[in-house]
């Protein structure tokens, strides 16, 4: 635990404000702070979340394959 608090929070609030991002149709700043955060997710908790994010807007823009790689980045889910 890190003097924030539990880190699988840190992902968690963030992912929520992605969505957010995605259901008021402001892609660009869901897919910008995704990656941003995916790329200090060595610091992080499980960024499972993220990538549930990332394959959901990934989805709704018709990039299958960018999806489908957020999506197996979720394999921990089904353990």
């Known amino acids: 635990m890190s003097d924030r608090g539990p880190s699988g929070l840190e992902v968690l609030h963030p992912a929520e404000l992605m969505a957010v991002h ?12 995704g990656i941003e955060l995916l790329a200090d997710s060595a610091q992080r908790s ?11 807007l990934y989805a709704m823009r018709g990039e299958l394959d960018a999806a489908r790689t957020s999506l197996e980045r979720l394999a921990p889910w089904t353990q």
Do not use: I
């Open 46 to 56: 499980p960024a499972e979340d993220l990538h549930s994010a990332l394959a959901l």
């Open 22 to 33: 995605l259901y008021t149709g402001r892609w660009q700043d869901a897919d910008s702070l």
